[in-house]
């Protein structure tokens, strides 16, 4: 998408060049080229090569870009708009779990569960030992068993916390697992880890003492 | 939005670069003035264009813009400022972007301090500069385009590197760059000359300063990545025969023996052949430095990336590089000026001697770097070559070549003889022999110390004799001839503090509980336990001890065991410095019931090391400023 940013920039190194074509740098010493230049011809050459040349190669590009204008939220491309264009890469791509991840994402956030663990079971099998997609995986599979912590979630969480033993994100699940199996004190550890590791200004941090406390009391 | 504007400023820069090979050339092959011209606006529109993708990267950075995927993968919310703007740095496709940045920086000064030279020569030096330039942004924006967005920005990035995490890599690498890409001056004035058929000894007083500037940095780059692997990866080591600065060192060694050769040539009329061959030599190694680095073939600290398209990209553009210039030396071979006619025993065939010497260690290296790859590339098996090989291959060449060193400052050009050489210097020589004698007798007794000891003393002597001598004679004092003194000096320093930190230096690994000591070379270390310690980004524990000497208290150390976001451990040693000796502490790890396993070690003159690096930096710059190489117009 051209936009006005980018005529400015054509612009802006047209005229640079057009300039010091039209007034050439004053030669230094020993220089006998002397034949000059038609100007005019130059410069519709120079202008026509740099705005198309740019464009082209900017259009070229574009599909390395994955998401055009995010700086602005109302720019930003919709939730469909982004799970058509991702499952189009996957069909040319099968083996790219970090789009699998995202599309199953993408489709949990519209509500299209059964497709979304899908997904992810894709991206699970690609790529086993990924500790950020296998926690977006379990908080997805808790939200649909309505925050039922039992199964499959549980296992993943543990085989989490067996690859990445200080994730943080995982001792806080593991420590939900073990109150929904009432084991306090191990909730209590898992959480106490937790806040061990986690930076002192963290937002997260108030959920994970509120809970130590809730435990507790 | 804003993104947007640095990615398409990138692609702009690419049209420019390729603007600056095509529009300079036509306008230098038709004699068209205002076309060979528009080289210098190419050059400074290429250079603004890559500031403005510089900056906006820098500024993704600072706002947390995790829609960027380098942004996302290498910052955070929680990263300290200083490390936000060093990201840029910290992988791969930001380092390639301060590459291209730098490449800019040296041909904008080029064409700003070169303006008393032939105008049709320096317009064919910067289309050189627009062709390299051409192939790295190419590169940079087909396999490595540091803009590329994220469909789904994460809230949160992930964890930048902990071991990248420190100001050593605020300066190391655009330090490193700086000479690594500097090599391209020497390589573009060669080339001109090449193409334009004049390879005369004038270019040559040109392309010296240059390359004196860049190898000072190169110099200080490398020095302080040794300084910081030293104290940041907590093994007390500082320098390792990694492949990656192995791929640093390759073109140092070159370079040097290019400052050399340089002089030869611009001052007698020889080593003209040799010395184009070294300046397309040594960027052809920054360039294969690049390709290791780039292409994933190596795995070490440095290794950013396995990407496969990455390595035959600029495999290929090495290819072309160096068999380009290699064909354009051999259809230009018989216009190179031969060399004039010198002396078996005489100060160019010394200088030749040191530089054979330099390259032959340059292909020690090299093969010790790259037999690996190839074994494993052919399938043979897997190999690892480090530090025997290295120390047992790369010393021996490199003993002669210091002892010359310190020699061929006293040898006439163009004949001298034994005779002469020995009357001028046999004190000298005597004073060595006997001071090693007394030192073997009285206070030394391991033989790499006494060699060490040796070359040091025999540089030192001969070099501030010279030094003496030119004093006496009242001769002009210039600033090449104190940048010489200063850099052997340097070499001679280096040389005394790596052996005998590697040599008399103390190391132990042990178990400690809260009261404990360990007594090494007179120090004795008492452990005080360990506490719980946290800071900006990371928590960890911070290790207590004092050192006492004689029952008094040195000093207090407090080495860290720190645990980032990623949950990565990471050892931050506690030193304390000084030019006799360093004490350096790293904390293990808890083995339970109070005890730590701790590493101390004794790292006698270590600091010598990178003062000798400082030296021979501060040598080559004072080179630069001799009036000699103030650009003026050759007539």
């Known amino acids: 998408m051209v936009t006005w940013q980018f005529i400015l920039m054509i612009l802006l190194s047209c005229l640079l060049l057009v300039f010091f074509l039209y007034r050439p740098i004053k030669i230094t010493v020993h220089d006998d080229s002397n034949i000059t230049v038609n100007p005019l011809f130059w410069s519709v050459i120079i202008v026509i090569f740099i705005a198309i040349s740019s464009l082209l190669f900017y259009d070229y590009l574009k599909p390395t870009i994955l998401l055009e204008n995010s700086d602005d939220i109302q720019e930003s491309v919709s939730l469909s708009d982004s799970i058509i264009s991702l499952e189009t890469h996957l069909k040319n791509n099968p083996e790219d779990s970090e789009s699998w991840k995202m599309l199953g994402l993408a489709k949990f956030n519209l509500g299209e569960f059964s497709s979304s663990i899908e997904s992810f079971e894709k991206a699970v099998v690609i790529n086993p030992d990924d500790v950020e997609m296998l926690l977006q995986y379990a908080s997805v599979l808790v939200a649909m068993q309505e925050g039922s912590f039992v199964g499959k979630t549980k296992s993943i969480i543990d085989k989490v916390l067996k690859i990445d033993p200080l994730s943080i994100h995982a001792l806080y699940l593991s420590g939900v697992v073990a109150v929904n199996q009432s084991d306090i004190i191990a909730a209590k550890k898992f959480w106490q880890k937790a806040l061990y590791l986690m930076p002192e200004n963290d937002p997260d941090r108030e959920i994970i003492e509120q809970a130590i406390k809730m435990i507790s009391e | 939005m804003l993104i947007e504007v640095g990615h398409f400023a990138l692609i702009l820069a690419l049209v420019f670069s390729f603007l600056s090979v095509t529009l300079p050339s036509i306008g230098l092959y038709q004699n068209r003035t205002a076309l060979a011209q528009l080289i210098k606006p190419l050059v400074w529109g290429q250079f603004f264009w890559i500031l403005v993708a510089v900056f906006i990267l820098i500024n993704a950075f600072l706002v947390n813009d995790f829609s960027v995927r380098y942004v996302a993968e290498n910052s955070n919310t929680q990263l300290p400022t200083l490390y936000k703007v060093s990201a840029l740095w910290a992988a791969h496709e930001g380092s ?348 030394i007794d391991n033989y790499y110390v006494l060699l060490a000891v040796g070359i040091f003393s025999w540089i030192v002597l001969h070099t501030s004799s010279l030094l003496i001598k030119r004093l006496r004679n009242k001769k002009r004092m210039s600033f090449s001839f104190l940048g010489m003194f200063l850099a052997h000096i340097g070499i001679g320093v280096f040389i005394l503090g790596a052996t005998i930190t590697s040599q008399l230096g103390i190391e132990k690994d042990l178990k400690m509980n809260s009261g404990d000591s360990l007594l090494i070379a007179g120090y004795n270390f008492v452990f005080n336990g360990v506490s719980r310690h946290e800071k900006d980004n990371y928590r960890g524990f911070r290790g207590d001890l004092t050192v006492f000497k004689d029952n008094k208290e040195v000093v207090r150390l407090f080495p860290e065991k720190r645990y980032y976001q990623t949950g990565m451990p990471m050892t931050e040693a506690a030193i304390d410095p000084s030019l006799t000796r360093d004490l350096y502490v790293a904390l293990g790890e808890s083995l339970g019931g109070g005890a730590w396993s701790v590493r101390i070690y004794y790292k006698p003159m270590i600091r010598w090391v990178w003062l000798g690096g400082i030296l021979i930096a501060l040598g080559a710059l004072l080179s630069v400023i001799d009036r000699r190489y103030k650009f003026k117009v050759d007539s």
Do not use: C
Request: hydrophobic share 55%; proline share 5%; charged share 10%.
């Open chain 2, 96 to 443: 390639l972007l301060l590459w291209v940045f730098i490449l800019s920086l040296w041909s904008i000064a080029v064409s700003i301090f070169s303006k008393q030279m032939q105008s049709a020569f320096l317009n064919q030096i910067l289309v050189v500069f627009g062709f390299i330039s051409f192939g790295f942004l190419l590169f940079l924006l087909l396999t490595s385009n540091p803009f590329e967005r994220l469909l789904i920005p994460p809230l949160e990035g992930r964890e930048l590197n902990p071991l990248l995490q420190d100001f050593g890599l605020a300066v190391h690498p655009p330090m490193l760059y700086i000479g690594y890409v500097g090599l391209s001056v020497p390589f573009a004035f060669v080339i001109a000359s090449l193409i334009r058929g004049q390879l005369d000894s004038a270019w040559l007083r040109w392309t010296r300063p240059w390359t004196l500037i860049a190898w000072a940095f190169l110099t200080m780059g490398i020095i302080l990545g040794s300084w910081w692997a030293y104290y940041e990866l907590g093994w007390g080591g500082w320098w390792f025969w990694d492949p990656v600065e192995n791929a640093s060192f390759m073109p140092w060694l070159v370079a040097t023996a290019l400052i050399h050769s340089i002089s030869v040539s611009e001052k007698r009329d020889a080593f003209m052949q040799w010395t184009v061959l070294l300046a397309i030599g040594g960027f052809s190694l920054s360039l294969l430095g690049t390709f290791l680095v780039r292409s994933g073939v190596l795995t070490s600290v440095h290794a950013f990336t396995t990407d496969p398209s990455r390595g035959l990209f600029i495999l290929l553009f090495l290819f072309v590089v160096i068999g380009g210039s290699l064909g354009l030396y051999s259809w230009r071979f018989n216009l190179i000026q031969k060399s004039s006619r010198f002396d078996l025993f005489s100060r160019e065939t010394g200088l030749l001697i040191n530089n054979v010497l330099l390259v032959t260690a340059m292909l020690s290296v090299l093969l010790g770097t790259l037999y690996p790859l190839i074994l494993d590339t052919l399938d043979l098996g897997k190999i690892s070559v480090g530090a025997p090989y290295f120390n047992a291959v790369f010393i021996p060449i490199m003993i002669p070549a210091v002892l010359l060193l310190a020699l061929v400052p006293f040898m006439r050009w163009k004949k001298d003889n034994v005779a002469r050489i020995t009357s001028l210097l046999r004190v000298e020589w005597i004073v060595v022999l006997a001071f090693l004698f007394v030192a073997r007798m009285t206070i």
